[in-house]
């Protein structure tokens, strides 16, 4: 009644661990980028400039916050790897 | 599993129902009223949005000379019904609860709506939802008039075909897990019989390549946690891939249920969080104040965006997979409609089609179950991680 997964020698089982931690990036970089365009287009609504400037910088913000995060994740997997 | 265990497991299976009743019949309330504005509200609105007898309709206006509408019968299979279609014409009805800041509160079978067709007790189905309206009963839908400022008081906590879908699973869980904790006290050290045999493996699997590897040292606090959501996601999936009673209600590919499990894993993570985690998310340590500034927006909505796609993601796959196949099955009509012949002969394509898929979302029922599972403990893992220091 054993299944497939634990069959797999330990380090295999492991690997197949460390890509799920990343299943759920993708989604919320793209995630980040859209909350912070959505706040520039709110506040350029309701300030009302005559240049959209908070929707480009906070869309800017929003790409480079996303690609923190990525940094972020990964380098925290890395520590756990060294640990392991 | 100890007897506190199973209870809090109970408890929590129980609150997961209320919260899931609630929120999906208040999500499709304010659908009804057109007064939802958040992203979860509107995409809650968008499955819920199914006509209730949808799939019914589809085949008799086909029945009747009108043309086929697949997107109708797909949307009437994958959202929830006032009542639960078992075959042909015979519908298993269920109990409409209704509260009415203005009427009160109305208990009635929802066979008097005569799959959706009258009006009774001043109520009628509307879109799939329920709507209130002046007119007598027994009148045709068709000519019934919505009563708008009533339907904005109307909140509709009926016991549908997910709730009762619940019900069961919420039975079965039950009844195999007091078996199997009996068991365990009763014959103590002996080789497992019976439904032991069935959970024993999926528990260790749970608790070794789930909790352990993914929590660390404190993982025996969060496994009742683990073990219900992995047991429950199981168990409903594979209940939504039965095609008949008291299978089919697609219940895992409710964003409502989703939603519910998903808050869950928040609310442990953000209770549970230790001081290491909440100085990770506000102040990163070792990093340039400049990157602070970006960097703490971001993991504060990372906070929230986990969760989030957790939810997204358990109801995307299993919603998919309810589609394909239902897809599948809708092309034969399709071609059956252009001509007989092709129509029998898609069904053949058709059926090996969705035997395939079937047998890869036996597969995926097993994998969302577990992603679920893993990633709940991973975000409970950095939570509660203590800091280590080299």
């Known amino acids: ?84 | 599993m100890s007897i506190p265990n199973l209870l809090r497991t109970a408890s929590l299976l129980i609150g997961s129902f209320l919260f899931g009743a609630a929120s999906a019949q208040h999500d499709g309330h304010d659908h009804a009223t057109h007064d939802h504005v958040d992203v979860v509200d509107s995409t809650v609105a968008s499955v819920v949005a199914a006509d209730s007898d949808a799939p019914k309709l589809a085949l008799e206006e086909a029945e009747h000379g009108g043309r086929f509408d697949a997107g109708k019968l797909i949307m009437g299979h994958i959202g929830d019904e006032h009542g639960w279609h078992l075959w042909g014409h015979t519908t298993l009805p269920l109990p409409i609860i209704v509260y009415n800041t203005e009427r009160g509160v109305s208990i009635f079978s929802s066979g008097h709506f005569d799959h959706g067709h009258k009006t009774y007790g001043g109520y009628m189905i509307h879109e799939g939802s329920i709507v209130a309206t002046k007119d007598a009963d027994g009148t045709d839908v068709h000519h019934a008039t919505i009563d708008e400022p009533l339907t904005k008081a109307t909140w509709d906590i009926s016991i549908t075909k997910n709730v009762l879908s619940l019900f069961i699973s919420l039975a079965i869980l039950l009844f195999v897990f007091i078996n199997v904790a009996k068991a365990y006290t009763r014959r103590a050290g002996q080789a497992p019989t019976g439904f032991q045999n069935m959970v024993e493996p999926i528990i260790l699997f749970v608790r070794d390549d789930v909790a352990k590897s993914a929590i660390g040292p404190r993982y025996m606090t969060f496994m009742p946690y683990l073990l219900t959501a992995f047991f429950f996601i199981f168990l409903n999936n594979l209940l939504g891939l039965v095609p008949f009673f008291p299978g089919g209600a697609n219940l895992t590919g409710n964003i409502a249920v989703t939603l519910v499990l998903a808050l869950i894993t928040f609310i442990i993570v953000t209770v549970k969080g230790n001081k290491h985690y909440w100085q990770h998310i506000l102040a990163m340590p070792g990093v340039p104040g400049w990157v602070l500034f970006i960097l703490t927006p971001v993991e504060i909505l990372g906070m929230f965006l986990k969760p989030f796609v957790l939810m997204i993601r358990l109801f995307a796959n299993i919603t998919a997979g309810h589609i394909i196949a239902l897809s599948f099955f809708s092309l034969i009509f399709v071609f059956g409609e252009t001509n007989a012949g092709a129509g029998y002969g898609v069904s053949v394509m058709s059926l090996a089609f969705t035997v395939f898929m079937t047998m890869l979302e036996l597969l995926v029922a097993f994998i969302q179950a577990y992603v679920f599972t893993f990633l709940s403990a991973m975000y409970i893992g950095a939570a509660v991680e203590e800091p280590h220091h080299h």
């Not at chain 1, 634990?6 to 890509?19: A, E, F, I, Q, V």
């Open chain 1, 1 to 84: 009644m054993s299944d497939p997964i634990r069959r797999l020698p330990r380090r295999t089982r492991s690997g197949y661990n460390s890509y799920l931690r990343f299943t759920g990036l993708g989604l919320t970089m793209v995630g980040i980028i859209l909350v912070f365009c959505f706040i520039g287009y709110w506040l350029d609504r309701i300030l009302a400039w005559k240049y959209p400037v908070f929707t480009i910088v906070l869309s800017l913000l929003g790409i480079a916050g996303s690609m923190a995060y990525l940094f972020k994740e990964t380098g925290k997997r890395d520590q756990h790897h060294f640990r392991a």
